[in-house]
């Protein structure tokens, strides 16, 4: 029961956290944020809500038909463990990064989020598929739940790794409330998962998203904030 109390506390400071960011677009440091979630073993849970729930989602992906930008690399595979704010490693928090078993494409990748103590079998809602992409002199994820009931939406990091630090960037949700005709968006009636506010949708085309992503990589006010991992083992 203790577990499930600390789940809900962490879910309503998630909670206002995100409604903080939607309806302010404040852009200080959230420290507070990754300390919460990645020195605690349920980290995974709180960071999947927020960028598949809390954060920007898109209806379309960055992978166009043909596939130009797509890249695989290979050092991205293994176990990468979450730090936090300290820089201290968290075991009890790491994310798996396999390649995807699939007969179309083999650059694509299966991100499944682990706590220490978890009982096999993983469940599809901890399990992501992404895709790397180049857009500019960027690299970025475009990724989705393997859960067949999330929806179908998209996700979108920006990746930068650098020998056994790997660092995933967000997007600050709050962006497009203070910018709504930088990219084509919407915002749903109420909010997901424990959300009262909804967060923005990106509606536009992949190459609109290309676009946008390249005119704005390096723009601290949509990519305020970072996820760091170091490498465990392979």
């Not at 962490?10 to 677009?25: A, I």
């Not at 790794?161 to 997007?171: G, H, P, S």
């Not at 919407?186 to 959300?195: A, K, L, S, V």
């Amino acid at each position: 029961m203790a577990v499930f109390a600390e789940v809900e506390q962490l879910f309503e400071e998630s909670q206002t956290f995100s409604r903080n960011l939607l309806v302010t677009s404040d852009l200080r440091p959230i420290s507070k944020v990754n300390t919460m979630l990645f020195t605690k073993p349920i980290g995974w849970i709180l960071f999947s809500v927020c960028v598949l729930a809390g954060c920007v989602s898109s209806e379309n992906g960055l992978v166009t038909p043909n596939r130009e930008k797509v890249v695989f690399d290979s050092d991205l595979l293994g176990d990468w463990a979450c730090v936090n704010f300290s820089g201290a490693p968290q075991p009890d928090s790491s994310i798996r990064i396999e390649r995807l078993d699939d007969k179309i494409s083999k650059e694509s990748y299966v991100f499944t989020w682990l706590s220490s103590g978890q009982i096999a079998p993983i469940p599809e809602s901890q399990k992501f598929r992404g895709t790397l992409v180049v857009i500019g002199d960027s690299r970025y994820l475009d990724f989705s739940s393997m859960d067949q009931n999330s929806g179908g939406r998209h996700g979108f990091l920006k990746v930068k790794r650098e020998k056994t630090d790997l660092t995933l960037y967000y997007m600050n949700p709050g962006y497009f409330a203070s910018n709504p005709t930088s990219l084509a968006h919407r915002f749903d009636e109420g909010g997901q998962g424990p959300f009262t506010i909804s967060p923005p949708v990106i509606t536009a085309k992949t190459p609109e998203i290309h676009r946008f992503l390249q005119g704005h990589q390096r723009d601290l006010e949509l990519w305020p904030e970072e996820l760091n991992l170091k490498f465990r083992r392979r």
